[in-house]
């Protein structure tokens, strides 16, 4: 005979407490630990003041416990969110049998976009308490997220110019009709306002003008419809750029931001810098891939305190397709600051390119040169030298004798972001524009964090400390 389940119409003298059904070691104790533990007032969320008149709202932070779970099981529209209250025990238990409607939930995550962002911080200052970051070094990094926008939904610059131009040519024909039918005033096609038809074309025409100038201004050659502050990345991708950076004793997330710009060569000493302050350490290494390379964020991290551990990118020489001399075999002297050829001369410094941080060397005695057809194909050989030339050596010289800060860096922040895009569909976001996205984000780093200090420090224990 197999096992056999109660009967459904089967009534209970007393009923089951919905307390018995959550074991002591179930996570939704500490997600309840925890927001209860904040100061949603001062975090900044909405509603947490009740006004005397009125319909009662739902508390903030019952409907952040909703979300921090869902991001935990990668539940997170606010239809299946809806759904849940109704029917999963646990978050039964976590909201006391509430049941917010999806519009009340999905306006929750967009109202306190701030707020949200300030809950990941303060979980990251609990941890710190709780001496779950080591401070001593961090991993940066960043990935890319997809925008709620379709590939094929993009608008490029090139293809505005070229309604423009055939508005302009639709435009010239019904000022030329009008010219030839100035009597009857008919339309080229026949029938029809012909004044009305062309203020339409006009207006249509300042649109696209309009939007191909807002374009210029920010530099972009295509910009998504659906998601207007999305960026085209690479091979077509529409998305975000997300910037994390995570310490090295328990790979616990320490910040995380999103950003428009594909490269990530300009965030290493912005994310750096925000870690430090947030783990209030003086010295930090860190951990970088080659994409962070860059002189001026090397010095001003080694300003504050932050040793940089990057490979660094370097120009190649692609003279003849590598067969002339390569840049290595220039000689660069630093009292005079001057570069010596193979054949013996002096390449002294001629002008600088701003634009790329670089300082030219050329000499003229290689018009003369016996070696020049192994030098340049061009009138002459020009050596370049980057402005922090001294300092990208001295970082390349400390990573390259280093090789395991580089496979501790891809331990340390790589986990993370497959945790994240795992429980976010592949890292497909729901919300749209940049201040949203970063709440999103902002609640599925702080559900990672959680999952994390739940490993680390069991759930009894971590409940104990957020309820002291």
């Known amino acids: 005979m197999h096992v056999q389940g109660q009967n ?33 007032k001062a975090l900044g969320f909405a509603r947490v003041q009740v006004k005397a008149t009125g319909r009662p709202p739902y508390h903030p932070g019952d409907l952040l416990k909703l979300y921090l779970y869902g991001y935990m099981h990668r539940v997170r529209s606010s239809r299946r969110l809806e759904r849940e209250c109704h029917t999963n025990l646990e978050v039964l238990w976590l909201l006391k049998r509430l049941a917010p409607d999806h519009k009340t939930i999905a306006n929750f995550r967009v109202d306190n976009r701030v707020a949200l962002t300030r809950v990941c911080r303060a979980f990251v200052q609990f941890c710190r308490s709780q001496s779950l970051y080591g401070g001593d070094s961090i991993a940066i990094d960043g990935s890319k997220f997809s925008a709620d926008n379709n590939r094929s939904r993009v608008t490029r610059k090139k293809d505005l110019k070229r309604q423009l131009q055939r508005l302009d040519t639709e435009i010239a024909t019904w000022l030329d009709a009008l010219e030839d039918n100035d009597e009857d005033d008919e339309p080229p096609s026949g029938g029809g306002d012909t004044k009305a038809a062309l203020e339409a074309l006009e207006a249509e025409r300042a649109t696209l003008t309009g ?154 005695a290689c018009i003369g040169c016996q070696l020049k057809e192994q030098c340049t194909t061009g009138k002459q050989r020009w050596v370049s030298r980057h402005f922090e030339a001294d300092l990208l050596n001295e970082v390349a010289d400390r990573t390259a004798a280093n090789p395991m800060m580089m496979r501790r860096r891809k331990g340390m922040v790589e986990h993370p972001f497959g945790t994240l895009k795992r429980r976010m569909d592949g890292g497909q976001l729901l919300l749209r524009c940049l201040q949203k996205v970063k709440a999103e984000i902002s609640i599925a780093a702080t559900a990672y964090n959680l999952t994390r200090a739940i490993n680390v420090l069991g759930t009894r224990r971590l409940f104990q400390a957020l309820a002291t």
Request: charged fraction near 30%; hydrophobic fraction near 30%.
């Open 211 to 364: 939007r191909i100038k807002g374009m210029d201004e920010a530099g972009l050659e295509a910009q998504p419809d659906t998601d207007p502050e999305a960026r085209v990345m690479r091979h077509g991708h529409v998305g975000y750029n997300v910037q994390s950076s995570v310490d090295g004793k328990h790979r616990l997330i320490v910040d995380v931001d999103v950003v428009q710009s594909a490269a990530d060569q300009d965030q290493l000493y912005r994310m750096a810098r925000r870690s430090q302050r947030q783990l209030q350490e003086k010295k930090m290494q860190v951990l970088a891939d080659a994409g962070y390379s860059g002189g001026r964020h090397f010095r001003r991290c080694q300003a504050h305190g932050l040793t940089p551990y990057v490979p660094v990118n370097r120009s190649i020489n692609n003279h003849g397709d590598g067969h002339l001399f390569d840049k290595s075999m220039f000689t660069y002297h630093t009292d005079g600051d001057y570069y010596e050829c193979p054949a013996g001369e002096t390449l002294p410094k001629k002008t600088r390119n701003t634009k790329d941080r670089l300082y030219l060397y050329t000499s003229e």
């Open 8 to 40: 459904r119409d089967q009534a209970t003298l007393f009923p089951e407490r919905l307390d018995d059904l959550i074991t002591e070691d179930n996570a939704v104790r500490v997600i309840d630990a925890f927001v209860d533990s904040l100061d949603l």
